[in-house]
């Protein structure tokens, strides 16, 4: 599992590469210039070519790239090109509140969705299953920016008891949780969505199964079959498309912070694009795409904890 | 036994939330005000380059300039570190007496010091260069001394008035001074750790987040009413919105739009200040291109459009039509009588008031009966859509099919200063005549080939605007009006040089818009806010919060 564990990190190498390219070239490529945007109307000419070297973008692309890996493979993530600050500082500070956002998403969805699912997969064409089909549906249809702001509208002004503003001070757990409750909520519930639809179909593809018939033949009872047998074999799927999804909810934290206003990688990403803050940019993207790799590690490994007939090679 | 225990758990975690949470909340209604810009961060807090609203709004409340706008009304300047100054005969040199006891603020381990002449002299010499300012054009050619501890003596190459020089000094960008040890010892961290002599002294930034300022004990003019001012970044306007009315927030940004004006002014407790100087929206035509190049084409596109229906598009409360490249109540403007007077006098219409039949003649005369098509670059941003959208709507009644390629904000600025568009639409405001004329229409500022090229897109200086053959240019009355000391003489100079602009039709005025914010009925701002530079309400000594 180790040596797998390790493959697996040195292939996400060339695909972390790959993204840095992409994202460095196209950044360049877009028209909009980061001195033009940092100086504004009343820049001379003059001026802007000093910060532009100053900013070190008089070099040609091949040696930005190169100083851009080197740091890169000493950690450094550079400087912002708007205000100068130590990106990894930023990034250190951001990546907190975008992690326990996905994370209280993925949690919300998975001890809500996994239920939820079953319990409308074994009573299958009932109301309940209707209901439980129709509300996933509906949740799997709303964006999430919009979800968003109805919880705002609903917890935060007519009952007001969360807030609207900020992250929260994150050394504090009270104030943490705090502010993280709705935004989590918000992306909960997309992914209670997700989690219900893909767990009430696994359920039923299991439910066919010869092993869950000749359980229910031997005489086990239906709470014996249900867990001993249906629900571990839907887990592994139901493990798979969760970190899916998992990946999709990152996508869906950028528009959450936006709108809760709080201070993670989305808000940073936006913020930097805007003003053609290119090191910055660069740097959101290879911790997004790293975000990535991670989870679909995370997922793989999880498989064998769950089904002891997968072994990594 | 399990299932009791997880269902105590919950109700545990659930109760933490909704007890904990509120007084976190209500523990803002004190006396520290929190006003939320729409932006998703600062982007400079060293003055000398600050140019957005939000950077604007937060380096106000620390630093100070020599002289300042009134607070709340810009068309006048008052004493700040400078208790009074003179200027010279010849109008070269002009001597500043600065204020005594004015002390830097605390940074780091240095508990701050006096500001004295040493520290003016450096900070105006940072704005005058260009490697260390984002406005060093400005102040290009001058030079400045400290004969003593006090004084502080500024000498220019030529003469300037006092409507054009005092902008230099004030309150606003490189006028904005930066004592010299914090920024030599702060180095580049100055720009996210910003030290001065104002009423509120900086104490943290959290990124994408927030600025948090303590009220400045030692500030001369009294120490501040508010315990401190802290700056919120939230792009997102419903979120403000909400912020607002969960009193979360003491005063929110709007976006120049009449429904929100009104949506705001229908909350309980919140009041909404609407002010100037506004930003004057024009439309500038390139005349490189065709069919711009043809004099007929560009008036036919001014009586195509009515600008009391772009006005009325942003919104009655917040834009007025305008008729002059200069906005009111800049020293310059012209106001509707004098232009119609004028047309009148010299058997003209400068006025190109809304006349679609006039429009199609002067269509079908040069050469395009059935209209033509044009296609241009415009940014998404919502000042410059909405106005654009009913000016295409307008001008597809007269036959001209204007397509908007639209782009981001940045894209935007870029593409039309590399001469990409055919028609620009650019909202602004500048500090005096001379700089707007200077920006758009100096021979030197044609976008791309100008010797230094700024925001000239109509190539005035290069073309032939009126069709006689020849190029036309208004840089002599600019820089006539430039050396002119005398105030109603240059006023003169800049009205001229508009009536030249309006006989060729190379721009069109159509709108200013006004500035938008909603507050908490209990904040009072401690004047009456008619305009600020920083184009959001001043929180300055005397703002308070009166609950």
Not at chain 1, 242 to 251: F, K
Not at chain 2, 72 to 101: C, N, Q, Y
Not at chain 2, 328 to 343: D, K
Not at chain 2, 536 to 544: A, H, K
Request: glycine fraction near 8%; aromatic fraction near 10%; charge should be positive.
């Amino acid at each position: 599992m180790i040596a797998y564990t390790i493959r697996r990190v040195l292939i996400a190498i060339p695909t972390l590469l790959i993204v840095l390219t992409i994202t460095f070239v196209l950044v360049r490529v877009a028209p909009g210039d980061p001195a033009e945007v940092r100086l504004g109307d009343y820049a001379t000419k003059e001026s802007v070519e000093a910060l532009r070297k100053e900013m070190g973008l008089d070099k040609s692309m091949w040696v930005q790239y190169l100083e851009t890996l080197r740091g890169l493979l000493r950690g450094d993530f550079g400087r912002s090109m708007l205000n100068g600050r130590p990106i990894s500082a930023e990034i250190k500070r951001s990546l907190p509140y975008t992690l326990e956002l996905t994370l209280m998403g993925i949690l919300f969805g998975a001890v809500f969705g996994i239920p939820t699912g079953v319990y409308t997969a074994l009573k299958r064409n009932t109301l309940s299953d209707y209901i439980g089909r129709t509300l996933s549906l509906g949740g799997l249809s709303f964006p999430t920016f919009y979800l968003g702001i109805l919880l705002m509208l609903t917890f935060s002004i007519k009952i007001a008891i969360f807030p609207v503003v900020g992250g929260g001070d994150i050394h504090n757990l009270a104030d943490n949780l705090y502010h993280l409750a709705l935004p989590g909520l918000t992306l909960g519930l997309i992914m209670t969505a997700y989690v219900t639809r893909m767990a009430r179909s696994s359920v039923l593809n299991t439910l066919n199964e010869d092993y869950v018939r000749t359980a229910r033949a031997k005489g086990l009872t239906e709470r014996k079959v249900i867990y001993k047998h249906l629900l571990r074999n839907s887990l592994l799927a139901i493990t798979a498309l969760i970190g899916v999804y998992a990946i999709v909810l990152i996508g869906g934290s950028v528009m959450v912070e936006i709108v809760f206003s709080r201070p993670g990688l989305g808000k940073m990403m936006i913020g930097a694009l805007k003003q053609r803050d290119y090191t910055t940019l660069q740097a959101v993207m290879v911790i997004f795409a790293s975000l990535v790799v991670l989870i679909n590690l995370i997922t793989d490994l999880t498989y064998g904890l769950i089904d002891p007939r997968v072994r990594y090679k | 036994m399990k299932k009791m225990n997880m269902i105590l758990a919950a109700v545990l975690m659930l109760g933490v939330l909704f007890y904990l949470g509120p007084p976190l909340a209500l523990g803002a209604e004190g006396k520290v005000l929190r006003i939320a810009l729409d932006a998703a961060d600062i982007s400079d807090l060293h003055p000398h380059y600050s140019h957005t609203t939000q950077d604007r709004g937060v380096v106000h409340l620390i630093f100070n300039g020599l002289v300042r706008y009134r607070t709340g009304d810009i068309s006048k300047f008052e004493p700040d570190l400078a208790e009074s100054w003179e200027v010279s005969e010849d109008g070269l040199t002009w001597t500043f007496h600065l204020r005594r006891g004015v002390m830097v603020h605390p940074w780091k381990a240095n508990p701050g010091y006096e500001l004295t002449s040493e520290d003016v002299v450096y900070s105006f010499q940072s704005a005058a260069d260009p490697a260390r300012s984002g406005c060093a054009g400005e102040y290009a050619g001058m030079a400045f001394e400290a004969p003593d501890k006090y004084t502080v003596r500024v000498t220019l190459q030529k003469p300037l008035s006092e409507t054009l020089f005092l902008p230099k000094v004030t309150d606003y960008m490189g006028g904005l001074v930066i004592p010299k040890k914090p920024r030599e010892e702060l180095g580049e961290a100055f720009r996210t750790h910003p030290v001065g002599t104002g009423p509120f002294i900086f104490k943290k930034y959290l990124p994408k987040e927030k600025v948090v300022t303590v009220r400045n004990e030692k500030f001369y003019r009294g120490v501040p009413k508010l315990a401190g001012v802290e700056v919120f970044f939230m792009a997102d306007m419903s979120s403000r919105k909400f912020g607002l009315q969960s009193k979360e927030l003491d005063v929110i940004e709007g976006p120049p739009s009449q429904p929100w004006v009104e949506e705001m002014q229908a909350l309980p407790g919140v009041a909404v200040d609407v002010f100037g100087p506004g930003e004057a929206g024009v439309l500038y035509f390139n005349v490189t291109k065709k069919p711009f190049d043809d004099t007929r084409v560009r008036r036919a596109i001014g009586y195509a459009l009515s600008r009391d229906e772009v006005a009325t598009a942003i919104g009655k409360a917040i834009a007025d039509p305008i008729c002059s490249e200069i906005p009111p109540p800049q020293p310059g403007f012209l106001t509707r009588a004098e232009v119609e007077l004028r047309g009148r006098q010299e058997g003209k219409d400068y006025l190109y008031d809304f006349d679609r039949k006039k429009a199609r003649k002067l269509l079908a005369d040069a050469g395009f009966p059935e209209g033509f098509t044009t296609e241009f670059y415009m940014t998404e941003r919502g000042e410059y859509a909405v106005p654009m959208q009913n000016v295409v709507a307008q001008l597809r009644e007269c036959g001209i099919n204007a397509k908007l390629i639209v782009v981001d904000h940045p894209t935007y600025h870029h593409n039309i200063r590399a001469d990409m568009n055919t028609i620009v639409l650019y909202n602004c405001w500048r500090a005096s005549a001379d700089m707007k004329l200077t920006h758009m229409y100096l021979s030197d500022s044609i976008v791309v080939t100008g010797k230094k090229p700024i925001s000239n897109f109509t190539h005035l200086g290069k073309v032939d605007a009126d069709g006689d053959g020849k190029v036309d240019s208004i840089d002599y009355l600019i820089k006539a009006a430039r050396e002119m000391l005398d105030a109603q003489g240059q006023r003169a100079l800049w009205q001229e040089a508009q009536f030249k602009l309006l006989d060729w039709c190379v721009s069109y005025p159509l709108f200013i818009k006004r500035f938008t914010f909603a507050r908490q009925k209990y904040v009072d701002w401690g004047y009456d806010l008619k305009s600020t530079l920083i184009l959001s309400p001043q929180i300055n000594e005397l703002t308070t919060i009166t609950k």
